[in-house]
């Protein structure tokens, strides 16, 4: 079996029994990840020095006998998150010579549980995007289709996963940015309950809805990259203080008498009808494992995006006021101060960066204020109140995670208002702050993965890892490979 | 020039959708961005069309409704008022485009 081909648990046995080193299982990632680049492009910065003296060391602690799940492992990470020494541009211009002189906490647990890194991951700049069309340093391409998005804005850390260039990766989600790309690429994604991550040097796009999650072959190994990176961080003042399970030790629970909900609202005309015959098979599947399906209903559905895209503009346009070009990033040849902060962000900041900075300050602007700004956190919390309604009756949600398929390159870049739309049911989860996940769930006549999501309650990440991982033990979509 | 306060308003008249290109100069100005005459025109349309999108919020009742600005309840969270390492001068100025010294340099402000 390749290297590239197998999952953590995979890799961490044929360490273990010292079949392989690191060293040479870290050289035939970066092989793969050289001979499929060119057709993928999920990378942004690949670091094989740093990749190979990481996999060095993680050969001396498992001859010392100390290999723990993740020691040794090749891994790469979105290119949002900081990494001490090594370029972080966030998919934009404005940080094209970035280099941070600290690492985010997700990032630093995972090195030190012994993650190798491969690299920075592709994404759409600043986050902002559902395709990866956006990033300043060239499109990714879907591994299952090279002519489609692989959904965004994680789009480099799910098409990594997908055509075997790392066996796991690290994304952010603000609006569906790990589920959807996820869902488009046939792997396994989970977006956290807020505050179960440190957001602690994650470069932030919009901050009361940003959570970093993982993207992996499968759900026990999702199960053990969450395990890795959750927790409370004193730096991350919006981290909480709640124990972290042991996500691996209960994923073979089951789902007898699990009650899932099945929101109306989600299963709408319109729906394409592959996502509709792959969600009812699921459904199915559910119930012959003995869950009760049960029908729930979550009314400011259609409402959530306009929400979403009010909140999470407003709260961007605050904080990507830090890119002046006084302290870091790009700074513009200009005569005054003024100017220099204008012509800076200008010539660094992507046309979908500007109008989202745009939408926000207007959403903000005075006079405009509470009929957008607060009218949308009103309705933000009316959504919270429905997902509390409905998890009083059921212990898990299932829904689509997106209502067609992966689209084609360039199919939605000239009407954003349809781009935004794309992220309905993924949405949802990020204003109620609570966690969610995708997992493959089938295919489309034309061979395009189609992701399920599975919601669960504020922290209850234990239980949506068990309801995936008796699909995916019943089930046998997430062992197909894309044939890249 | 910019718009006063009232300008603004008129411009706007809250309801009233249409964005035009003096909108997007006026609320490029508040964001310190730049745009070239081709852009303007898109944001218009785009803005419009998103503006007008989520004035369907109005339709839902948020009389007596709280804000909510954090999905997670939370208390203030205190930690100890106690000294510790930070990256120090030289990380702090490591990705200056400009520094004097120990300072960031930027255009002259007052002449």
């Known amino acids: 079996m390749n290297v590239f081909d197998m999952t953590i648990h995979e890799l961490h046995s044929a360490l273990k029994q010292k079949q392989l080193s690191s060293v040479e299982a870290t050289s035939a990632m970066l092989e793969r990840i050289e001979s499929v ?73 995972l090195r030190d549980s012994g993650a190798v890194l491969l690299g920075k991951l592709n994404q759409d700049e600043f986050a902002m995007g559902s395709s990866n069309e956006s990033s300043a340093y060239g499109i990714t391409r879907n591994p299952w289709d090279t002519s489609c998005i692989p959904g965004g804005s994680s789009g480099g850390s799910a098409a990594a996963v997908a055509a075997r260039q790392a066996l796991a990766t690290l994304g952010t989600d603000t609006g569906g940015s790990i589920r959807q790309p996820a869902s488009h690429c046939g792997c396994v994604g989970l977006k956290p309950t807020y505050g179960r991550v440190s957001r602690y040097g994650v470069i932030a796009y919009a901050s009361s809805l940003d959570q970093v999650g993982p993207l992996t072959r499968d759900v026990a190994d999702c199960a053990a990259m969450l395990g890795a990176i959750a927790g409370h961080d004193p730096k991350d003042s919006t981290s909480v203080e709640t124990a972290v399970p042991d996500y691996r030790a209960t994923l073979a629970r089951g789902v007898k008498g699990l009650k899932i909900g099945l929101p109306k609202e989600y299963f709408i005309d319109g729906l394409d009808p592959d996502v509709q015959k792959a969600m009812e098979a699921a459904i199915d599947t559910y119930r012959r494992l003995g869950a009760e399906i049960i029908e729930v209903s979550l009314p400011h559905t259609d409402y959530a995006v306009a929400t979403y895209y009010l909140i999470a503009t407003a709260e961007a346009s605050s904080n990507l006021a830090r890119y002046d070009g006084v302290r870091f990033g790009h700074r513009a040849e200009a005569g005054g101060l003024l100017d220099m902060y204008t012509k800076s962000r200008s010539e660094g900041f992507g046309a979908e960066v500007k109008r989202r900075i745009m939408l926000g300050t207007y959403a903000l602007s005075s006079g405009y204020y509470d009929a957008y700004y607060v009218k949308a956190q009103k309705v933000r919390t009316l959504i919270m109140n429905d997902f509390t309604s409905a998890f009083a009756n059921v212990d898990v949600m299932l829904t689509p995670v997106a209502p067609t398929p992966a689209f084609k390159i360039g199919e939605k870049t000239s009407d954003p208002l349809q781009m935004y739309l794309s992220d309905i049911f993924t949405i949802p989860a990020n204003l109620a702050g609570t966690c969610a996940m995708s997992l493959p769930a089938g295919f489309s006549a034309t061979g395009l993965p189609i992701g399920l999501q599975l919601i669960g309650t504020p922290f209850g990440e234990e239980t949506i890892l068990q309801a995936g991982y008796a699909f995916e033990q019943a089930t046998e979509w997430h062992t197909r490979k894309a044939t890249i | 020039m910019l718009h006063t306060r009232g300008n603004y308003q008129d411009f706007f008249g809250v309801g009233a959708m249409k964005i035009t290109v003096a909108d997007v100069e006026y609320v490029a100005r508040l964001a310190r961005l730049e745009l070239t005459a081709g852009e303007k025109e898109q944001f218009a349309g785009q803005m419009d069309a998103i503006l007008g999108y989520v004035e369907k919020l109005k339709e839902v009742n948020t009389d007596g409704v709280v804000p909510t600005s954090h999905a997670v309840p939370m208390e203030n969270a205190f930690r100890a008022d106690e000294v510790r390492p930070s990256i120090g001068l030289h990380n702090a100025l490591a990705n200056a485009p400009d520094r004097s010294g120990s300072f960031f340099a930027v255009p002259k402000v007052i002449e």
């Open chain 1, 37 to 109: 680049e060119p057709q993928v492009g999920s990378f942004i910065t690949v670091t094989p020095e740093q990749a190979l003296a990481a996999a060095a060391a993680a050969d001396k602690t498992i001859a010392a006998g100390e290999c723990q799940l993740l020691t040794g492992i090749p891994v790469a990470i979105k290119d949002i998150f900081l990494t001490e020494g090594i370029r972080t541009t966030c998919g934009s211009r404005i940080l094209e010579n970035f280099i941070p002189p600290y690492s985010a906490t997700s990032w630093e647990k």
